[in-house]
């Protein structure tokens, strides 16, 4: 995927669609418009799209009621747009699968930055220059695999367990120091090409969703909160 990817804009604001769009298509991306949920399923029925920028207050079927719709069959990036100083829509947002969010009124150039910082973590294989990728593109860890060359992560069982944009980057830093207490501002700084967002809760939510994937196969917590500090990685991991 190159960073001039395809950009959905899903809003029902008419002048917020055709300015943000007339934005990105000058700054090379193929954009395409939706105002509500049935022209946002049309169009990603109608080709591949690279990244959502969804809008939280849509008329029917709520932003977020889409972006959890989303999460259950794509891991494509999305970003929220909500109204500005809503933390309870951003906190909801980011613990259904949203990788940013952006409040309006924006400024299109923070917008396109954004977008340009998740296309980054969304890397083709073989272009990963992480730990992992030096020594093969493969870590294991109590019976897990993380292929970080195909961004796959796959279960004990076999099974390949979805990731967000977020999620894999906060997985991959874990796995790149385990068995060590990382901050909150260190798991911030140490995922790759991650905007700032100033937003306090914004990773205790993303290890919260990491942390319910990787429990999910019943075995012994991953992921430990060190009180006031921040988290520790438990398993030990192998590379190859």
């Known amino acids: 995927m190159s960073p001039e990817g395809h950009i959905l804009i899903v809003d029902d604001d008419a002048e917020i669609r055709r300015l943000a ?8 991306h193929k954009v395409t418009a939706a105002q509500d949920a049935r022209e946002m399923r049309e169009a990603m029925a109608a080709g591949t799209v690279d990244l959502v920028i969804l809008d939280i207050m849509l008329p029917g079927v709520s932003g977020l009621d889409l972006c959890r719709d989303l999460r259950r069959s794509s891991n494509v990036p999305i970003i929220m747009l909500t109204a500005r100083g809503s933390d309870v829509d951003r906190i909801v947002g980011l613990e259904l699968g949203a990788d940013d969010y952006l ?30 990728a030096a020594s093969g593109g493969r870590l294991a860890f109590s019976g897990w695999t993380l292929d970080t060359r195909r961004r796959e992560l796959t279960n004990p069982g076999g099974a390949i367990v979805d990731l967000s944009t977020g999620e894999y980057d906060l997985l991959l830093t874990f796995l790149e120091h385990p068995q060590r207490v990382l901050t909150r501002d260190q798991l911030m700084d140490a995922a790759k090409n991650r905007i700032a967002t100033g937003f306090d809760r914004a990773i205790d939510i993303q290890v919260s969703r990491l942390r319910r994937k ?18 520790f990685f438990v398993p030990e991991v192998a590379r190859s």
């Open 103 to 132: 409040a309006k009124p924006f400024n299109p150039r923070e917008l396109l930055a954004r977008i340009h910082a998740v296309l980054r973590r969304m890397q083709p294989q073989g272009t990963d220059t992480g730990a992992g």
């Open 21 to 28: 769009g007339k934005f990105l298509r000058e700054h090379g």
């Open 214 to 231: 990787l429990d999910s196969s019943g075995g012994p917590e991953m992921v430990k909160t060190v009180r006031g500090t921040g988290y």
